[in-house]
């Protein structure tokens, strides 16, 4: 019987991409002949790094790995335009909770609905089961270690932005002064 290729697309917003990320993307490389990581452009609640500066990273990421059969892309709009774009024949998403799963249940029965497509699921490593990257950027907000839960090349940028931050934070402090009573 001959294997039909498979096509899948991985949608997210990945800022930053996580271990919990790469976790799955090596799970999905096992079950598709081609993965496209596509970064959502669409803007976040706190976004930390422009949609250029997650495709860098997952990049590097890439390259370094040598992963085969990976692309990146940053997209625009609904993810199953973005779908049918690339001819996608699956959507892979990650679940990590029964939290997760009332909320991919419903978004992979609309894309199914208004787009035909299925979306396949894989479960995290447990040691990733509480990684998030809304978490990821509030522990770097207040300077905790991350180091186990993201790859080295992201923590690097991480810490050059927090630096960032904080130095901006402090000339602006230093600019404005708080009125004395
Ligand atoms: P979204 O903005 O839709 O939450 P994310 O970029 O956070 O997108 O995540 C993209 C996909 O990766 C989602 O399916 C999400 O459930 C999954 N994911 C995120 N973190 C993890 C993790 N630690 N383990 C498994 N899946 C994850």
Redesign the pocket.
């Known amino acids: 019987m001959s294997k039909k290729f498979v096509r899948a697309i991985?949608?997210?917003?990945?800022?930053p991409?996580?271990?919990?990320?790469l976790?799955?993307i090596e799970r999905g490389l096992k079950l598709f002949d081609e993965l496209v990581i596509a970064?959502?452009r669409s803007p976040?609640k706190n976004q930390l790094f422009s949609p250029e500066e997650r495709v860098e990273m997952i990049e590097e990421l890439i390259r370094q790995r040598k992963m085969k059969g990976v692309s990146v892309e940053s997209f625009d709009g609904l993810t199953v335009e973005y779908a049918a774009k690339k001819k996608a024949d699956v959507i892979?998403?990650?679940?990590?909770s029964l939290t997760?799963v009332q909320?991919?249940f419903q978004?992979a029965m609309t894309n199914r609905a208004v787009a035909g497509i299925e979306t396949v699921?894989?479960?995290?490593?447990e040691q990733?089961?509480?990684?998030?990257?809304?978490l990821i950027r509030e522990v770097a907000s207040l300077g905790g270690d991350l180091s186990n839960l993201i790859p080295e090349n992201v923590l690097k940028r991480l810490r050059k932005r927090m630096k960032k931050q904080i130095a901006n934070r402090k000339s602006q402090s230093v600019q404005h002064p708080k009125p004395s009573h």
């Open positions: 991985f949608p997210g917003s990945f800022d991409i996580t271990n919990g990320h976790d799955v970064v959502g976040i892979l998403r990650g679940l990590r997760d909320y991919e978004l699921f894989v479960m995290t490593s990733y089961g509480f990684t998030s990257s809304t």
